[in-house]
C-alpha cells in the first residue's frame, strides 16, 4: 500500500488572516519602524525597552488571535499522512492551538511565548492565551501583569537582560530542531510539500522544501504573490492560505 509522506513549510502570511501582521507586508511596520531592524541583536542592545515593547504588543496580539482554517487545514493534512512534519517560520503558537502536535512542528525561528536569559541558559515559557485560564487561573493573570511591570525582564540566575526565545537576524537556528529537520528529510522523500504564507527569504527554506520533494512528488506554494520560491514549485496557487489550504486538503482526502 502507498504511504502518504507529507511534508509543509509556513510562514507569516498563514496567520495573516488571524490578525498577526507579516513581517514584510504594508501593516509590518511597527510606530514606523522596520521589524527586520526591531529583530536583531544590534537594536536589543540598543534599546531594549522598545524591544521589548515591540514584542509584547506582538505576544498581546497572539494572545488575542485565533487559528485559521489554514491552521485547520495543516492539521488535518497531519492527520491523514503517515509521515508528516511542518516547518514554520512563525512565533505564534496558532499552529499548536489548532491542535497540530508538537512533534509533528519545527519552530524554526523560536517561539515568542519562550524568555529566556540574553547569557546564560535560563530560560522559561511564558504562558500563552488558551491555556492561561485553565491551566494557571489567577497565577497566570499575575504572571501577565507581572510581564507588564517588567519593562526589561532580568534572569533569575545571572540577572542579565532576558529576550524573547526567538531567532534573531544573523543568528544561528537552534541546532536540536535542525536535527529533527534533517532526521526526518533522512527518512526519506515525501510524495506533497506545501509552502504557504512565506516570501521564502532565507535560502534554507528553498533547500528543505526542494530536498523534501520526491523526484515525481508535487511542490505547492500558497501565496497571493510571486516569492523566491515558485520558480521551483511544481503548482503555484495565488490565493489566500485559508481559501487554498481547506481546498487542497480536502482534495486529498476525497
Ligand atoms: P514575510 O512577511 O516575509 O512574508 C509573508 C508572505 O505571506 C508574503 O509572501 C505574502 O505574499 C504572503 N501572504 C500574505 N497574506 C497571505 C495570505 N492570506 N495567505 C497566504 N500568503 C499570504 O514573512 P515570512 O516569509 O514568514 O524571521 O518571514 C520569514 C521571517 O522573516 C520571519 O520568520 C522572521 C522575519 O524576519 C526572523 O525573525 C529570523
Redo the contacts with the bound molecule.
Sequence with gaps: MHRKLFAGST????S??SGIP????KD?YWRNLD??KL?TPEAFARDPELVWEWYRERRQRIRNAQPNA?HAAITRLAQIADEFLLVT???DDLHKRAGLPKEKMVQI?GDSFVTRCSRCDFSRKDYTPSVAAATYGAAGEQEQEQEQRDVVPRCPECDALMRAG????GEHLPWNELQRIENYLDRGTCDLVIV???????GYIIDWALRARAPNGELVE????D?SLSEFATRLVRE???IALPRIVDRITG
Design positions: 510562514g507569516a502570511g498563514v495573516a488572516e507579516t513581517f514584510r507586508g509590518g521589524p527586520a529583530a489554514a517560520q512563525n512565533v525561528h526567538v531567532v534573531w537576524f504557504a504564507g512565506t516570501t521564502a527569504t532565507f500558497v501565496n497571493p504573490e516569492t489566500p492560505a485559508t
